[in-house]
Structures are given as C-alpha cells and as structure tokens.
T-cell receptor, first 115, second 115 residues
Framework: AQKITQTQPGMFVQEKEAVTLDCTYDTSDPSYGLFWYKQPSSGEMIFLIYQGSYDQQNATEGRYSLNFQKARKSANLVISASQLGDSAMYFCAMRDGGATNKLIFGTGTLLAVQP | DVKVTQSSRYLVKRTGEKVFLECVQD?????MFWYRQDPGLGLRLIYF???????EKGDIPEGYSVSREKKERFSLILESASTNQTSMYLC??????????????FGEGSWLTVV
C-alpha cells in the first residue's frame, strides 16, 4: 500500500535560516508524483512544489526546493531564508499510480518561524 | 482565476442531523474529491468522483455518502451526524489527465462541529 510519512510533528526555525522538512514515501508504482502543500491557519491548501518520479533534476520554486532521493524514497522540502510568513502546517503528498489524481497525504509538520 | 468553492465555512450541527457539504468548481474538471483533516492524521480521502454520477470510496467512507449530479458540483452527505465527524472537510478538483505540478485545486475548507 502507498504511504507518506512525515516524522516531524513540529519544528522551530530562526528567521532567515534554512529549514528541511522530512518526507518519506512508499510505493510499488514506478510512476508517481510528489507534492508539498502549505496550509496557513486560514485553512487553504497552497501548492508549493512538485516532483515527478522520472524527473532527473530536483524541483525548485523560488525559496522552495525538493531534495528528491529516489533510492531512499525521500522527498524532503527545503525552505531557504525562512520568513515569518512561512509559519504554517506543511503537508507532503503523493499521487497514486491511477489516472484519478488522487493524493495520499502525510500527517503534516507544523513549522514556526521565530524572529 | 481557478476556483473551488465550498458553500459553508463554519457549521454547527446536532447529533443525528443530516448534513450537506457542497462544493462547486468552475474549471470543468472531471475529478472531484472530499478529504477530511484531523490533527495528527493529516488529510484522509473520504470519496472521489471521476465523472457525473460516478463515485468511488476513499479510505474512510463510513458514515458518509456523496452525490454528483452535475459536473461542477460534488456534495458530501452525513446521513446522521455524529460527534466523531467533527472535523475540517476539504474539497478538491482536478482534470482527469494527470499532468504535473499544480493540477489539483482545493477549496478553503469547511469546519464542521457536531454537538
């Protein structure tokens, strides 16, 4: 069965420092996609970054990068130069091998950026 | 601008009431999803639909049903609400074609309290 694991329930980071949020996944499907979402206290899910299983390079989007290690089945999110507005819940998710775009989510990591 | 709209942001219902959560998307998407979000559990898929009148159970369908009579609207129904259904409910939609990246759109969530 497919599974996403986020082992850090909560994390602190100082403003302007980099932080890594961990995500490991399990799937037997050779084709899959990995997503990171940010959820502020307002509840909306904000898409951050995507990595396809066949992508050769690690995905980057502005201050966000995804450290994709396929052999280790990990897809860690790196946020560089943290800002106070980065304080939120972060979810790692995987799209399954079917055609439905169904996402399987991890349990989330609550990030608090300290001034 | 793409839009997934959930009809109610906050609801308080009594045990045993029938509850309808409505979701409308304006992107002509084939797929629509209902997730439930609970602390420490992340988002869990309740039901999804890949076409009008088509539906499939997700991971936690017990106590819920869905209706999709029109392509743009996907309703989640709690036939007899119970206190353990107090949660935040998120609707999402996507094209049938998997694509990549930001192809799955979320509503703002509905906070349901059952008393």
């Amino acid at each position: 069965a497919q599974k996403i694991t986020q082992t850090q329930p909560g994390m602190f980071v100082q403003e302007k420092e980099a932080v890594t949020l961990d995500c490991t996944y399990d799937t037997s499907d050779p084709s899959y996609g990995l997503f990171w979402y940010k959820q502020p206290s307002s509840g909306e899910m904000i898409f951050l970054i995507y990595q396809g299983s066949y992508d050769q390079q690690n995905a980057t989007e502005g201050r966000y990068s995804l450290n994709f290690q396929k052999a280790r089945k990990s897809a860690n999110l790196v946020i560089s130069a943290s800002q106070l507005g980065d304080s939120a819940m972060y979810f790692c998710a995987m799209r399954d091998g079917g055609a439905t775009n169904k996402l399987i989510f991890g349990t989330g990591t609550l990030l608090a950026v300290q001034p | 601008d793409v839009k997934v709209t959930q009809s109610s942001r906050y609801l308080v219902k009594r045990t045993g009431e029938k509850v309808f959560l409505e979701c409308v998307q304006d992107m002509d998407h084939e797929n629509m999803f209902w997730y439930r979000q609970d602390p420490g559990l992340g988002l869990r898929l309740i039901y999804f639909s890949y076409d009008v009148k088509m539906k499939e159970k997700g991971d936690i369908p017990e106590g819920y049903s869905v209706s999709r009579e029109k392509k743009e609207r996907f309703s989640l129904i709690l036939e007899s609400a119970s206190t353990n259904q107090t949660s935040m409910y998120l609707c999402a939609s996507s094209l049938f074609y998997r694509g990549s990246g930001n192809t799955i759109y979320f509503g703002e969530g509905s906070w349901l309290t059952v008393v």
